[in-house]
């Protein structure tokens, strides 16, 4: 005798399965480690700090914005 599936189960099931497979592949693509954002924002801060000290006025900084 066959088993008794519920079909909104199977189809929620099987549209978990394919989200999960197509965030994995993301988070390969796209994703970056805690250490490499944190290695990202240090060089960064550095740049920033190095052109800052090539001011020719350092006592007034100029806005981002």
Do not use: C, T
Request: proline letters at 3%; a positive charge; zero cysteines.
């Amino acid at each position: 005798m066959a088993e008794i599936v519920n079909l909104n189960q199977a189809r929620k099931a099987r549209n978990s399965v394919k989200k999960r497979a197509e965030a994995d592949e993301n988070a390969a693509k796209f994703g970056r480690s805690k250490a490499e954002k944190l290695i990202e924002q240090a060089r960064a801060d550095k740049a920033r700090a190095a052109l800052d000290a090539h001011r020719r006025d350092p006592a007034k900084p100029q806005d981002d914005a």
